[in-house]
């Protein structure tokens, strides 16, 4: 079970990109990489996923080099509503999802 | 379409007491997952279901813990006896079948409160 490293926290003001880049040395073949958002007193919810390159979807963008060994989440112009913990995952379809510590950001107005 | 659905959202309840916590997957899921979160701590990965078979349960936490998923459809998960240990926030997610790239849908989260 690929695990993964992000940092614990990131602090932004509105209106800035967000980049958020996760570490997973050891993602096997078939695993994808899935990015969660969560808000306190809720479950995760889904922003973005990818196997490798590049994957651009309404909210957010996520960036994959050739290893992939690691992968970042490039959230464009935040804004407040934004503040909340990211997670990075990665697993094979069907597999249970290791759930790192997260990247709490805080949106400063 | 409804989302994945948990119930309750909140339970005290005291130490030797039992507790069922149950899930409801989005129609036509046959992946249903449990997680936790205990107090300051990462999300555990807890067990998987497809459909009515318990496909992984190597994150269950020990024999007070059973899961259930009668049909394929809705999920229990019962502590009994609960310990205080146990307090923390249980997630239900669900995914359709595990072919190609897919997301979980999680549900609110189930607080426990063990005194």
């Known amino acids: 079970l690929a695990k993964t490293t992000q940092p614990i926290s990131m602090d932004s003001y509105e209106g800035q990109e967000v980049n958020i880049t996760c570490s997973h040395n050891?993602?096997?073949?078939?695993?994808?990489i899935t990015w969660y958002q969560q808000f306190p007193s809720q479950g995760p919810r889904f922003i973005i996923q990818?196997?490798?390159t590049k994957v651009t979807n309404e909210v957010a963008s996520l960036f994959i080099p050739a290893d992939r060994k690691s992968s970042t989440l490039s959230l464009p112009r935040v804004s407040l509503s934004d503040t909340a913990v990211y997670y990075c995952?990665?697993?094979?379809?069907?597999?249970?999802?290791?759930f790192g510590t997260g990247t709490s950001l805080t949106v400063i107005p | 379409e409804a989302g994945v659905t948990q119930f309750p959202s909140h339970s005290v309840i005291e130490k030797g007491q039992t507790v069922t916590l149950r899930c409801d997957p989005i129609?036509?899921?046959?992946?249903l997952y449990w997680y936790r979160r205990v107090m300051g701590k990462e999300i555990k990965f807890l067990l998987h279901?497809?459909?009515?078979?318990?496909?992984?349960e190597s994150g269950m936490p020990n024999n007070r813990f059973l899961a259930e998923r009668t049909g394929g459809t809705y999920s229990t998960l019962k502590v009994q006896p609960a310990e205080l240990e146990d307090s923390g926030v249980y997630f239900c997610?669900?995914?359709?079948?595990?072919?190609?790239?897919?997301?979980?849908?999680f549900g609110p989260g189930t607080r426990l409160t063990v005194t």
């Open positions: 990818g196997y490798k």
């Open positions: 279901f497809v459909k009515e078979s318990k496909q992984d």
């Open positions: 995952l990665v697993g094979d379809s069907g597999n249970q999802f290791y």
């Open positions: 129609s036509g899921h046959d992946n």
């Open positions: 997610a669900s995914s359709q079948a595990p072919q190609g790239p897919y997301e979980q849908y």
């Open positions: 050891n993602i096997a073949t078939n695993d994808y």
